[in-house]
C-alpha cells in the first residue's frame, strides 16, 4: 500500500480518522491541516491516497486534486449537500460514514494504484540503436550458425535472457563473445 495522507481543516478531526485507520492496521499515516502541506508533501512520496475534507483555510480539494501526481488519488468526505462542488475523478465518500465504507475505499483505491503502477514499471523501454544493433547481430549469428528463423533465434536471446536474470541486450552481447571464439 502506498502512503496515506489524511487532510482535514480541524486537527482533531484528522487525528480521529487517522486514530479509526491505526486502530486497524493500517500504521503509515501523514496529518496535514492545509492544502499547501498536502501537495508539498506528496511530492516527496512515490504513491498513495489523500483521505480529505472539500476546502482548507488556504485552498479547495479542487486545486489539490488538480496538483496530484500520476501516483496519488483522493478520497474525498463530503457532506451530501457538498456533492455538487465535489471534483471529479476523486472517491467521494458521504458523511457521517462507516469505518468499514472508508476501508473498502482505500483497499479498491490503493489496488488501483498498485495495479497501474506495475503496467507502467512493466512496459518496456525503448532501446537505443546501438543496444537493438546487438540483438540483431546476435539474432543474425544465431540464424547463421544453428539454421533459426529470426522468430527462432529473437526467442532464443529472450528466452536465455529470462533464464539468466539479464536484459536482452546483454544476453545478446553473451552470445556475440561466445560465438566469436
Known sequence: MGSIIVAMPRLEDAEKISKMLKSRGIEKIDIYTTGASVLSRVHELDSGIIICARSFKDMYCKEIAENLPEYFEMLLLTSKDALEHCPENVTI?????????LLQSIEHISMDLEQRLRR???K??????????YIDQAKKLLMKKNQMTEQE??????KSSMDSCTNMVETAQMILLLQAD
Not at 94 to 101: A, K, N, T, V
Not at 124 to 133: D, F, G, L, V
Not at 153 to 158: D, E, N, V
Open 120 to 122: 507502467n514499471r512493466s
Open 93 to 101: 465518500i458521504e458523511i457521517p460514514f462507516r469505518i468499514s465504507e
Open 124 to 133: 518496456s523501454k525503448k532501446r537505443s540503436r546501438e543496444e537493438q544493433a
Open 153 to 158: 533465434a529473437f526467442r532464443y536471446i529472450q
